[in-house]
Each structure stands twice: as structure tokens, then as C-alpha cells.
């Protein structure tokens, strides 16, 4: 069975620019959440998805967004870049059989100019 | 919302000793208790999980204990090898959906 898949895996814009970062999970589940990683943050949890509905949100300005497609594909976006926002953007995806287990993608790395 | 501690953040042990990493939650509501290894440039790795209904549990060289009365969770890792150095990350999550709230990791390096 294939693993969570993100593309692009890195990416390199400007300030001001907005960019989409996708996410496919593991076949079968239904779950996506999304993290950011930076080394003076941490991992920290965007949001998260569920049958195309987003279920629970952390604490990142609305400049963050993102959907879930009917196939449990999801997308983030990030509108308005700002130098900080540069990290590494991390989904994971969840089973629905066992709740919580979360196995995550490999990553796309943002740098942002 | 969940606040997460994670201790030490530095940890260097001689290979085949043990390592114990440790971990303290706020909100009593977790109920699920994951352990993550991230090696350098790749992705976070479960390795062991723990939920609350449960004291302890191993899984050959790794095991997690789960304290709810003081909210605190632990990760051993016995006879370490360098293969386990890395950085490890504790996390909680509860109260529904699949958010998990992450302590800062702790990077383990086994020194020959």
C-alpha cells in the first residue's frame, strides 16, 4: 500500500506570493491533517480534514487554508507569503479504522524571499 | 489548549545503554499518546503509541509508560544502537478529530 504523497516536495517563492501544497494519503483514509515545522516552532497543527468537512483548526492566521477533495485528497494554501512562513509543510493521514494513528507525508519544503 | 513539555531536549548515551525521554501534558481530556523519530531530512516515524486506557506498552527495544493521574508519559528505548539516533517527539491528542499537539523532541545520539 502507498504511503502519504505531498507535491511538490520544495518550493521557492517571494514575499507576497501565494502557493498550494498537496497532500494524497493512504488509500482508504479519510483523514488529513497538516503541520508546520520550523526549528524554532516546532510541529505545529494547521488544521485537519475529514470527509471534505475541516474538523478542527490550530492557531495560524487566515492567511492558511484548505480543502479536502471527495477522493480525500487534500490542499493547503497560503496566501500572502510572509519571510516567516518558510518550513516545512507536513500532512499526515489517518485511518478510520484506528482512530488517531497518523502516518505523514515526506514533506514540502517552503522557502520563502 | 493541550500545552505539551518534553525533556531533555539533549540526550547522549553510549551505545547499548538505555534512554528515557520524558513528557508532560495539561488538558485531561488526551487520550492518545504518540512517539514520532525524525532522522535527519526525513519525515516523523511512529514508532510507539499509548492510549489512556493503558499503563504500558513495548514493542521489542522501546516502551512507553502513561501516568494520567500526573499526566506524564515517558519513552524508554533499551540496548541503543546509532540506528536510534535521531530526534524523537512526544504528542497528545483527544477531545475528538486528530489533532496532536507536540513536545519540542528531544535529539538522542548514541555515541560507539
Not at chain 1, 35 to 59: A, C, D, I, M, V
Not at chain 1, 62 to 80: H, L
Not at chain 2, 25 to 53: M, V
Request: aromatic share 10%.
Amino acid at each position: 500500500k502507498a504511503g502519504v504523497t505531498q507535491t511538490p516536495r520544495y518550493l521557492i517563492k517571494t514575499r507576497g506570493q501565494q502557493v498550494t501544497l498537496s497532500c494524497s494519503p493512504i488509500s482508504g483514509h479519510r483523514s488529513v491533517s497538516w503541520y508546520q515545522q520550523t526549528p524554532g516552532q516546532g510541529l505545529q497543527f494547521l488544521f485537519e480534514y475529514f470527509s471534505e468537512t475541516q474538523r478542527n483548526k490550530g492557531n495560524f492566521p487566515g492567511r492558511f487554508s484548505g480543502r479536502q477533495f471527495s477522493n480525500s485528497r487534500s490542499e493547503m494554501n497560503v496566501s500572502t507569503l510572509e519571510l516567516g512562513d518558510s518550513a516545512l509543510y507536513l500532512c499526515a493521514s489517518t485511518s478510520s479504522r484506528v482512530f488517531n494513528e497518523q502516518f505523514f507525508g515526506p514533506g514540502t519544503r517552503l522557502t520563502v524571499l | 489548549g493541550e500545552n505539551v513539555e518534553q525533556h531533555p531536549s539533549t540526550l547522549s548515551v553510549q551505545e547499548g545503554d538505555s534512554a528515557v525521554i520524558k513528557c508532560t501534558y495539561s488538558d485531561s481530556a488526551s487520550n492518545y499518546f504518540p512517539w514520532y523519530k525524525q532522522e535527519l531530512g526525513k519525515r516523523p516515524q511512529l514508532i510507539i503509541d499509548i492510549r489512556s486506557n493503558v499503563g504500558e506498552k513495548k514493542d521489542q527495544r522501546i516502551a512507553v509508560t502513561l501516568n494520567k493521574t500526573a499526566k506524564h508519559f515517558s519513552l524508554h528505548i533499551t540496548e541503543t544502537q546509532p540506528e536510534d539516533s535521531a530526534v524523537y517527539f512526544c504528542a497528545a491528542s483527544g477531545g475528538g478529530g486528530n489533532k496532536l499537539t507536540f513536545g519540542t523532541g528531544t535529539q538522542l545520539k548514541v555515541e560507539l
